[in-house]
């Protein structure tokens, strides 16, 4: 049975009724027009097509096309993730209300609470959302680098915040920070963080504990057009990151900056032309002392296409990336409209990893190839197929990469 509960601006609000018995029979629901012609009664069906007697559900009537993610807190409120503009509707035995937004977003995806404290993910977004379920103000406490959408979130034990991301599909742990982010204006946003993290790790360098306290400093102006489909503006982000490892004493300075640039090349914005560039380097200590996690990498859909899931820069005698001390990426496409939903586009990526502080331009590698995109709703859907063209042992002879929005 495959069955859209959840949909077409509905929710179903539950409210607990005492159980006096189980059930005895089965029925089979063919369609979501079946299961929408009537209600239960003291039972309901999951998302998983469990049915679970005790319960009763309401519908509540909500704006937008569909409900991306929903969470029951302590006091039975159940917030919902729509995708009007990126609002967190509140339902309660009295209805539906706006709670909030989170700004720049297409839709709210993933909601998880520890306790009192509630978090959502948006689609597109790199930031790791706090919700205040009493105001609905949206902050910022953490940005997960690299990635295009937390699509979903869990909560640990110890308070970790686990995030499920894409289009890489990287698991992120969040814990022992608080932050800032403040809007200058509608196009530039600086955010701060005071970090603590602990971490054992084991690599090529053998097996090793960190505690590292850190401050991540980071700038962006953004006055692109559109974020997931843009055919005008740039971008711009720079990023500092000092930290200290307390264990080992080790300090070291992680330095990011990243830039990307639109240009329509004809009044109806059926070509456009874009172009990205990025650079790392972390100076002050030894790749040994820096965490395998925040050391630099590259190859993938989101860097060097026809390439492996960081695949590029140096490796281990076991032929896995150990990650680099300083990194460069460029990226240069041709995005050509087709229809007004298809489109195709031509692309070279090069990039290139190093264990000294400055990027070693001597080994540079070269991905080209093309990707289709079809134009939705929540912006284009991406499928890119590429070819490594100086590749080394073990490298893929070809990459086939899939996402929302354009590549960069």
Do not use: C
Not at 48 to 54: S, T, V
Not at 92 to 119: M, P
Not at 126 to 140: N, R, V, Y
Not at 321 to 337: N, Y
Request: glycine share 14%; hydrophobic share 40%.
């Amino acid at each position: 049975m495959n069955t859209r509960l959840l949909g077409a601006g509905l929710v179903l609000a539950l409210t607990a009724l005492p159980a006096y018995g189980v059930v005895t029979s089965t029925w089979e629901v063919e369609t979501y027009q079946d299961f929408d012609a009537g209600d239960a009664t003291s039972a309901y069906i999951t998302s998983l097509g469990e049915i679970r007697p005790g319960w009763d559900t309401k519908r509540t009537a909500l704006e937008g096309d569909g409900v991306w993610s929903a969470l029951r807190l302590g006091d039975g409120t159940v917030l919902v993730g729509s995708d009007v503009d990126g609002a967190i509707f509140k339902v309660t035995d009295n209805g539906a209300k706006k709670l909030g937004s989170i700004d720049g977003a297409i839709a709210v995806v993933a909601l998880v609470a520890d306790g009192s404290t509630v978090y959502a993910g948006a689609m597109p977004g790199d930031k790791l959302w706090k919700i205040d379920t009493s105001t609905g103000k949206a902050t910022a406490v953490a940005t997960l680098k690299g990635i295009e959408t937390i699509w979903s979130l869990g909560v640990g034990g110890d308070g970790t915040v686990y995030a499920g991301t894409g289009p890489d599909g990287k698991l992120f742990s969040v814990k022992g920070s608080t932050g800032l982010s403040y809007d200058i204006d509608k196009k530039q946003t600086v955010s701060a963080e005071i970090a603590l993290d602990y971490s054992r790790v084991t690599d090529t360098f053998g097996k090793h504990k960190y505690l590292i306290a850190s401050i991540p400093l980071q700038y962006v102006y953004d006055n692109r057009d559109n974020r997931l489909n843009p055919t005008s503006g740039f971008r711009v982000l720079a990023y500092a990151e000092p930290s200290y490892d307390i264990m080992s004493g080790a300090a070291f300075l992680k330095l990011k900056g990243e830039g990307s640039a639109y240009q329509s090349l004809d009044t109806a914005s059926k070509f456009v032309l874009a172009e990205r560039v990025a650079l790392g380097s972390i100076v002050g200590t030894s790749l040994e002392h820096v965490p395998a996690d925040r050391r630099f990498y590259s190859g993938g859909g989101g860097s060097v296409r026809g390439y492996s899931y960081q695949g590029i820069g140096p490796r281990d005698i076991d032929n896995q990336p150990i990650g680099g001390l300083s990194f460069f990426e460029t990226s240069v496409e041709m995005r050509i409209a087709l229809t007004d939903t298809i489109g195709i586009v031509p692309f070279v990526d090069a990039g290139t990893v190093s264990t000294k502080s400055t990027p070693d331009f001597s080994d540079v590698k070269v991905g080209a190839g093309v990707g289709l995109r079809y134009i939705t709703p929540f912006g284009p859907l991406r499928i890119d197929a590429a070819l490594p063209l100086n590749r080394d042992r073990g490298d893929p002879r070809f990459g086939i990469y899939a996402g929302i929005g354009q590549a960069f």
